[in-house]
């Protein structure tokens, strides 16, 4: 058992409200850069909608992630999409499997001074759109965010890949146009366990971190193959026009070291994101990403393994783990939601690259439909909740559709998973009457959870303190001892993660 630790972050999707906070935020700090114009490390998708670069979840087109190969027996593998050794030296210098500009955006500016030169006369003056690549004026057709809160309609939505495989019904009522319902989707880099992009770079320029999992590009190996680019699924590997190098997200590590949150995830007005350490087996990585699709989730799940077994922490310390590390994993906001509550999912996990960033799938556009006529003050015993429960499936925001997000077209998952999520705000409601009656306790059961645990997942989703969100763990002594007088640690707690304060002799 090679166990190691991998920094993770989780975005719980009922609370983000698409302000794009966190986008700007990583934008200012990372990609204000000349040939960086386009690239948002950070971005935030309207769904059902067709994402950032157009369309990137089509992987018939695209050629990213992983392909199973279904063998004999067990005898499976897995192959790039992208190429094998032969297609890659063809693919050296010409490959047509590249997001082309188009699929991103131009991008651009505004020539401000044409507002204060303009000639005197009876119109307002503009400022002409300017192109940040040629420097010459151009027509503004697309952006980053370009069917922000249009994604739902019928214009946008059409075009999601997500829904391809939905039923004729379903997809028919994702376009009534009466009827427009989203969710914001941010995404980073996942920092995948099994990185597509570190297969496919043909000089070894990208590389994933052993002592935090973080994946970073060496671009000083750079040659600018950018096959990085075509070979990550999620199109989060940009290149650099100017510089030649590709980049990526880097999970702020700069910040990491020295006790503080992701930019993105520290500026979240809604307090969606959560940061964490999770142990896992490297061992198992292989026969994890070498299983069907059916069990695909299960067998990634079993990766990630419990901080609190004395066999997982004497492997963990066999292999360097530091104490701070293990202590920080068993406090892990990451872990309860991924492991011991299961309610939380990673993106596209068919892609094989067994991606470490999770979400909880939203419960806000099922509770309108489900609740029906149902009067949402009445605390009553009355309310038959668990006839409720066995309705999500008149959700506004199809269980199919989540399903194909989160969890390889499973809907049994997804409808435990918002079943849950359900009885909880259920059992919360009720905290002002009676909250254990028998209906409500009857809910409780039927998703699976005990109230002590539906208190626990409520108190981390809606009074989290900024260090309970963010359990960060010390990089080294200097860090450990900086961290611990952070003046932002609250009530004498460590802020920013460091679990204890370092000894005096260490």
């Given at each position: 058992?090679?166990?190691?630790a ?20 990583c ?57 094998g ?30 507002l ?36 739902g ?6 075009n ?15 376009d ?16 995948c ?106 067998a ?8 609190f ?11 360097d ?44 556009p099922?509770?309108s ?17 668990f ?24 809907e049994?998952v ?71 007088r ?21």
């Amino acid at each position: 058992m090679k166990v190691r630790a991998h920094l993770s972050m989780l975005f719980h999707l009922d609370k983000c409200i698409g302000c794009h906070t966190c986008s700007v935020a990583c934008k200012n700090l990372w990609t204000d850069r000349k040939g960086a114009e386009y690239m948002w490390w950070n971005n935030v998708e309207t769904r059902p909608g067709s994402g950032y670069p157009t369309q990137w979840e089509d992987q018939e087109h695209f050629r990213g992630g992983w392909e199973f190969q279904q063998g004999y027996g067990e005898d499976h593998k897995i192959k790039l999409r992208l190429h094998g050794r032969l297609g890659a030296l063809a693919k050296l210098y010409f490959n047509n499997d590249l997001p082309s500009l188009e699929d991103y955006y131009e991008p651009f500016t505004f020539r401000y001074a044409d507002l204060f030169t303009a000639p005197e006369g009876e119109d307002q003056p503009t400022a002409i759109p300017i192109s940040q690549v040629t420097g010459k004026p151009m027509q503004i057709e697309s952006g980053p965010n370009w069917d922000d809160d249009l994604g739902g309609s019928p214009l946008y939505a059409k075009n999601d890949p997500n829904r391809q495989n939905l039923p004729a019904e379903v997809q028919a009522s994702l376009d009534e146009i009466e009827r427009v319902v989203f969710n914001y989707l941010p995404r980073i880099c996942n920092h995948c366990l099994n990185p597509a992009c570190v297969a496919a770079c043909p000089s070894g320029a990208i590389y994933k971190r052993a002592e935090d999992g973080i994946v970073l590009v060496n671009e000083n190996k750079c040659r600018a193959w950018r096959m990085c680019v075509a070979a990550c699924p999620y199109k989060k590997v940009y290149y650099n026009w100017n510089t030649g190098k590709s980049e990526k997200c880097i999970l702020c590590f700069p910040r990491l070291e020295t006790g503080q949150a992701p930019a993105c995830a520290h500026s979240c007005v809604g307090r969606i994101r959560y940061m964490g350490v999770l142990l896992y087996d490297a061992d198992r990585i292989p026969a994890a990403a070498n299983v069907p699709d059916e069990r695909l989730l299960d067998a990634f799940l079993d990766t990630i393994l419990d901080p609190f077994d004395p066999a997982v922490i004497a492997a963990a310390k066999t292999n360097d783990v530091d104490d701070g590390w293990i202590a920080a994993a068993q406090k892990s906001p990451v872990y309860q939601f991924v492991k011991v509550w299961r309610i939380a999912l990673p993106l596209h996990l068919e892609y094989r690259t067994l991606a470490m960033m999770f979400y909880i799938p939203p419960l806000s556009p099922v509770m309108s439909t489900v609740e029906g006529g149902f009067n949402r003050l009445d605390l009553s015993d009355k309310v038959q909740d668990f006839d409720l429960l066995d309705n999500l499936d008149a959700a506004r925001l199809p269980i199919q559709y989540l399903a194909n997000l989160f969890s390889v077209g499973d809907e049994a998952v997804i409808r435990r998973i918002l079943a849950k999520m359900y009885a909880v705000r259920l059992y919360m409601r009720r905290q002002t009457g009676d909250a254990t009656g028998p209906a409500t306790l009857q809910a409780l059961a039927r998703a699976g959870i005990t109230p002590a645990e539906a208190e626990a997942i409520y108190r981390l989703t809606t009074l989290p303190h900024l260090h309970e969100r963010f359990v960060l763990p010390p990089y080294h002594r200097e860090m450990a001892v900086e961290t611990w007088r952070d003046p932002l640690a609250h009530q004498g707690e460590v802020g920013f993660g460091a679990i204890q304060p370092p000894a005096r002799g260490d």
